[in-house]
C-alpha cells in the first residue's frame, strides 16, 4: 500500500490502498485497516524493506506512540533470486524503522540487526479519521 523504491509504489499501490476498477482492486484497503485500528500492515513483494510511520490518505504524524494510524512495513527481501530492489526515490517523511535482522547467506553480514525501533500502542481500537 506505501512504498517508496520504484513505479510500484505510484499507481499500482494507490489502488490497493483506495481501490479502483480492476476486478481483483475493486476495494481499497486503507479505510478499512483504520476503520478497525489495525496497528501493523507487514506487506513483501517489493524485494527490500522499508518501514513506514503510521500513515493515512499518504501523511504521517512520525508517531512510535500511539501511532494514530496504521504503521506499514514492507520485508520482501526473503532471498528470491531476484536479488534486492535498490531505491529510486528519496525516502518520504512517513518512513520509519523497526528491527530487521539481514538474512543475506555472506558470513559477514548474515544475522546483523539492520534497523530497530519500539511502537507502543496503548489504546488499541478503531482509529479516528
Not at 510500484?8 to 478497525?36: M, Q
Not at 517523511?93 to 519500539?118: F, L
Amino acid at each position: 500500500m506505501y512504498c517508496s523504491c520504484d513505479g510500484d509504489c505510484t499507481f499500482p499501490a494507490h489502488l490497493v490502498r483506495s481501490g479502483g476498477n480492476a476486478l481483483h482492486r475493486k476495494y481499497g484497503l486503507e479505510k478499512l485497516l483504520n476503520k478497525y485500528g489495525a496497528d501493523f500492515y507487514i506487506a513483501g513483494h517489493e524485494h527490500n524493506y522499508e518501514l513506514m510511520y503510521d500513515v493515512y490518505e499518504s501523511k504521517t504524524t512520525k508517531s512510535t506512540v500511539n501511532p494514530p494510524h496504521t504503521v506499514h512495513i514492507v520485508t520482501g527481501d526473503a532471498g528470491g533470486p531476484e536479488e534486492h530492489e535498490p531505491f529510486k526515490f528519496p525516502s518520504p517523511d512517513r518512513t520509519a524503522h523497526w528491527e530487521q535482522v539481514e538474512t543475506d547467506t555472506d558470513d559477514n553480514i548474515q544475522g546483523v540487526v539492520i534497523d530497530d525501533v519500539w511502537f507502543v500502542q496503548e489504546n488499541h481500537g478503531p482509529f479516528e479519521v
